[in-house]
Structure formats: structure tokens, C-alpha cells
């Protein structure tokens, strides 16, 4: 069975920046499609960031295209989140999931394609 656990969130100032870690556990990390998406209250879960199994490829929301970048260490099963130029309206609970079951070789940006969910993290950023 897979397990997702996020790390790296906290509570920072406009402009600063954060890293979010995602530590899989499993032997295949490698083969797992991953992402991240963020739920703030009262709103639906949105996609933030998407990487493929070599990490080769990524891809972003609009929101998070030029500040945000998404990489992973297939050796540590770890995929990262460093987010930059933090504003208030990225305050969420930011998540990772795992597609392990597709064949696709590009990651979803839709909550329902991904198989696994971690718990977690929050991400407060204050004016």
C-alpha cells in the first residue's frame, strides 16, 4: 500500500518562499506519476503542479507558473513543491498524490485521476 507524507509548510510573510517535501513509501516510487494540489477553505481542491515518473517533464497551474517549481528525487521516493514569491491568496492545504494505476505518460491536473493522497500540509501566508 502506498503512503504520501508532506512536510514543509508553515506560516510566512508576502514575497517569502517555502519548500514542501512528499516522501512515498514503496519500491516504485519511479513509476508513479505525482502532483500537488492545495484546498482552501470554502473552495475546491485545485492543481498546483505535475511531474512525470523521470521528472522530465512538469506542468503548472497559471497561478503558480514562474514561482513555483515541481521536482522529484526518484532515489529518496521524494517529490518537492519550492514555492517563491508567496502571496496571500496561496494560503491552502497543500496535498500530494500519487497516480500509480495509469499508463499515461503525463500527468492529470484532475483530482479524481490520482490513486493515493497524502494528509497534508498548511501553508499560511500573511500580508
Known amino acids: 500500500q502506498v503512503q504520501l507524507v508532506e512536510s514543509g509548510g508553515g506560516l510566512v510573510q508576502t514575497g517569502n518562499s517555502l519548500r514542501l517535501s512528499c516522501v512515498a513509501s514503496?519500491?516504485?516510487?519511479?513509476?508513479?506519476?505525482m502532483a500537488w494540489f492545495r484546498q482552501a477553505p470554502g473552495k475546491e481542491r485545485e492543481f498546483v503542479a505535475a511531474i512525470t515518473r523521470s521528472g522530465g517533464t512538469t506542468n503548472y497551474a497559471d497561478s503558480a507558473k514562474g514561482r513555483f517549481a515541481v521536482s522529484r528525487d526518484n532515489a529518496k521516493n521524494t517529490v518537492y513543491l519550492q514555492m517563491n514569491s508567496l502571496k496571500p491568496e496561496d494560503t491552502a492545504v497543500y496535498y500530494c498524490?500519487?497516480?500509480?494505476?495509469?499508463?499515461?505518460?503525463?500527468?492529470?491536473?484532475?483530482?479524481?485521476?490520482?490513486?493515493?493522497w497524502g494528509q497534508g500540509t498548511q501553508v499560511t501566508v500573511s500580508l
Open positions: 498524490a500519487a497516480d500509480f494505476r495509469s499508463r499515461n505518460l503525463y500527468p492529470s491536473n484532475r483530482p479524481s485521476d490520482y490513486d493515493c
Open positions: 514503496g519500491r516504485t516510487f519511479s513509476t508513479y506519476l
